[in-house]
Nanobody, 122 residues
């Protein structure tokens, strides 16, 4: 199987920065998209940012200009640099990876990390 392990969450004051990391391991042939989602209390999970293996990125409008997603394909790791954090960024952040496990089958499945809490105080 595939495991995603996240790190880097925590408590920060408004205007501060945090960097999240997510490393994928296990039975991996290739990874297409890797991304970050978040879920605040009482709200649906939403896409924050995503990046393809070729480097194409996509951001939620609410984080454009403040967050930067990057990826190390050799390490199967994705990062989220979060600057100018706001209280409304408070949420559990989840890593997602679209993984192909076998060279024999062109099948990609989605995997999720356990989530890491980000709390921004005002």
């Amino acid at each position: 199987q595939v495991q995603l392990v996240e790190s880097g969450g925590g408590l920060v004051q408004a205007g501060g920065s945090l960097r999240l990391s997510c490393a994928a391991s296990g039975r991996i042939f290739s990874i297409n998209t890797m991304g970050w989602y978040r879920q605040a209390p009482g709200k649906q999970r939403e896409l924050v940012a995503a990046t393809t293996s070729g480097g194409t990125t996509n951001y939620a409008d609410s984080v454009k200009g403040r967050f930067t997603i990057s990826r190390d394909n050799a390490k199967n790791t994705v990062y989220l640099q979060m600057n100018s954090l706001k209280p409304e960024d408070t949420a559990v952040y989840y890593c997602n990876a679209n993984v192909r496990q076998s060279h024999l089958f062109y099948v990609y499945d989605d995997y999720w990390g356990q989530g890491t809490q980000v709390t921004v105080s005002s």
